[in-house]
């Protein structure tokens, strides 16, 4: 079936709109939509077989200055939203929930929120920035605010539980943090993607340092077996305590260590090919596609069958590899987009099949909901703004086992949020 992005398309599909049916005026309304409905659609009756069943065709009820939404799933201005039912089940949906994590102790601030992992408790975990508040954030101007510190543990309710780090002797933190991962076994990974970060640190939950791969300032490109590359996203699988980095900023690859000793294991970048760190030029929508990953490579998350989702940002697109480095598939996602690119971060949903696979797009400020079996975008959430719901350079994308979404926000965004899950 030939893959098509549905922002880039306007489907032929059946158009219901749904109205109030318990009174005379609305069953009235009800009866004079047949006619437009079968217009719309019932010429289709020829469709293959093989395509998925559309129900509905939602579009967003925002006026023209930008008034509320009703629907289930906020969406963004002017895009038409598919609602469809796969194989009788609704597409997941969410609702945010606008209080949650708001009420950190002793005045504490967040800056740039970069790094985002729900551990096996259900506990949320962060890294942010304190170093990017301005002298006004951090209350050097008058009544505000203390910067809080890098590291943050929730609670699932968003009570704060554990809080650490930065700089201290013995290891090398990061000059701009990017990038938090909590293990199986409850181990804590940092990366970061200043101009120095060639490195990743390990520690306990309580912020003791365990490990560091890789030396500050010494990084030596894409083939680098030693250092990285001012890395973006760390995983590790818990099958084979294998530690996977999507390194990065500067390199261009899916580097693998052992979790334990630091060893070097493998490493492969676009294709499952050798990278190289040429220079590919500005990303343009006519181009074929490149053969290596445009920097930042900046997730990676796994599968519990084996593949290896990365995240290359800024070709916008997604990578699947299985855990040798083998090539897949991939799937552009918006390819039109220009800046930093719409594939930002990856996770998986929680159901024993993980069927859909949930993209964190920071240009676009959308949620993008994708049936992992095809690849094919089945839907969206979100749009660019400040308020609850919305999104200001969406950064992370985290799941826990209810299917609640979490997502970080870094630029002007700074913040959490929480996005229970509505539909099962």
Same mark, same amino acid.
Request: aromatic share 8%; charged share 20%.
């Given at each position: 079936m030939k893959?098509v992005d549905? #922002?880039?398309?306007?489907d032929?599909? $059946?158009v219901t +709109?749904?109205?109030?049916?318990d009174?005379?005026?609305?069953?009235?309304?009800h009866?004079?939509?047949?006619?437009?409905?079968?217009?719309l659609g019932?010429? %289709?009756?020829?469709?293959?077989?093989s395509?998925p069943?559309?129900?509905? #065709?939602?579009?967003? =009820?925002r006026?023209?200055s930008h008034g509320s939404?009703h629907?289930?799933?906020?969406?963004?201005d002017?895009?038409?939203v598919?609602?469809?039912?796969? %194989?009788g089940e609704?597409l997941p949906?969410?609702?945010?929930?606008?209080?949650?994590?708001?009420?950190m102790p002793?005045d504490?601030?967040l800056?740039?929120?970069?790094?985002?992992?729900?551990?096996?408790h259900?506990?949320v975990w962060?890294?942010?920035?304190?170093r990017?508040?301005?002298?006004?954030?951090?209350g =050097? $101007?008058?009544?505000?605010?203390i910067p809080a510190?890098?590291?943050i543990e929730?609670s699932?309710?968003?009570?704060?539980?554990r809080?650490w780090?930065g700089?201290e002797d013995?290891?090398?933190w990061p000059?701009?943090? +990017?990038?938090?991962h909590?293990?199986?076994?409850g +181990?804590?990974w940092i990366g970061?993607n200043?101009?120095s970060d060639? +490195?990743?640190l390990k520690?306990t939950a309580?912020?003791e340092f365990?490990l560091?791969i890789g030396?500050a300032?010494q *990084?030596?490109?894409s083939?680098?077996t030693e250092n990285l590359?001012?890395?973006?996203a @760390?995983e590790?699988?818990?099958?084979t305590?294998?530690l996977?980095?999507a %390194? *990065?900023?500067?390199?261009r690859?899916?580097?693998?260590?052992d979790?334990?000793t630091?060893q070097?294991?493998?490493?492969w970048?676009a294709?499952?090919?050798?990278?190289?760190?040429l $220079?590919l030029?500005?990303?343009?929508?006519?181009s074929a596609?490149a053969r290596?990953?445009?920097t930042?490579?900046h997730?990676?998350?796994?599968?519990?069958d084996g593949?290896?989702?990365v995240?290359?940002?800024?070709n916008?697109?997604l990578?699947?590899?299985?855990?040798d480095?083998?090539f897949?598939t991939?799937?552009?996602i918006r390819?039109s987009?220009? *800046?930093?690119?719409?594939?930002?971060a990856?996770?998986?949903?929680?159901?024993?099949?993980q069927?859909?696979l949930?993209i964190?797009? *920071?240009?676009?400020?959308?949620?993008w @909901?994708?049936?992992?079996?095809?690849l094919?975008?089945r839907?969206?959430f979100?749009?660019?703004?400040?308020?609850?719901?919305q999104?200001y350079r969406?950064?992370n994308?985290?799941i826990?086992?209810?299917?609640n #979404?979490?997502t970080t926000e870094?630029?002007?965004?700074q913040r959490?949020?929480?996005?229970?899950?509505?539909?099962?």
């Amino acid at each position: 079936m030939k893959q098509v992005d549905t #922002l880039d398309r306007i489907d032929n599909t $059946e158009v219901t +709109h749904h109205r109030p049916t318990d009174s005379l005026l609305g069953l009235w309304h009800h009866l004079l939509l047949i006619p437009l409905v079968c217009l719309l659609g019932c010429s %289709d009756s020829n469709a293959p077989d093989s395509a998925p069943p559309i129900q509905t #065709l939602q579009k967003s =009820e925002r006026n023209s200055s930008h008034g509320s939404d009703h629907s289930q799933v906020s969406v963004a201005d002017t895009v038409n939203v598919e609602t469809i039912i796969a %194989d009788g089940e609704p597409l997941p949906s969410f609702k945010v929930d606008p209080f949650w994590g708001s009420d950190m102790p002793d005045d504490w601030i967040l800056g740039e929120v970069a790094g985002l992992s729900v551990d096996a408790h259900d506990h949320v975990w962060i890294v942010h920035r304190p170093r990017t508040l301005d002298a006004r954030q951090r209350g =050097e $101007e008058g009544m505000c605010c203390i910067p809080a510190p890098p590291v943050i543990e929730f609670s699932s309710s968003g009570s704060v539980l554990r809080s650490w780090g930065g700089p201290e002797d013995g290891f090398d933190w990061p000059e701009n943090e +990017h990038g938090i991962h909590v293990d199986y076994e409850g +181990h804590v990974w940092i990366g970061g993607n200043g101009p120095s970060d060639a +490195h990743i640190l390990k520690f306990t939950a309580d912020g003791e340092f365990l490990l560091q791969i890789g030396r500050a300032g010494q *990084g030596g490109g894409s083939n680098d077996t030693e250092n990285l590359g001012r890395p973006a996203a @760390i995983e590790v699988d818990p099958h084979t305590n294998e530690l996977y980095v999507a %390194d *990065g900023y500067r390199n261009r690859r899916l580097v693998v260590f052992d979790a334990i000793t630091g060893q070097y294991k493998r490493h492969w970048g676009a294709y499952g090919e050798q990278p190289n760190d040429l $220079e590919l030029g500005p990303y343009t929508p006519a181009s074929a596609p490149a053969r290596q990953f445009r920097t930042p490579v900046h997730d990676v998350t796994l599968a519990n069958d084996g593949l290896v989702y990365v995240a290359d940002r800024t070709n916008n697109r997604l990578q699947v590899f299985q855990r040798d480095g083998t090539f897949q598939t991939e799937r552009s996602i918006r390819p039109s987009t220009l *800046g930093s690119g719409s594939v930002s971060a990856l996770v998986l949903s929680n159901d024993s099949e993980q069927r859909w696979l949930f993209i964190a797009d *920071g240009t676009n400020n959308v949620i993008w @909901i994708v049936e992992r079996q095809s690849l094919e975008v089945r839907s969206h959430f979100g749009r660019l703004g400040k308020n609850a719901g919305q999104f200001y350079r969406l950064h992370n994308l985290d799941i826990d086992s209810r299917g609640n #979404l979490y997502t970080t926000e870094v630029n002007a965004g700074q913040r959490v949020q929480k996005f229970n899950r509505l539909s099962q």
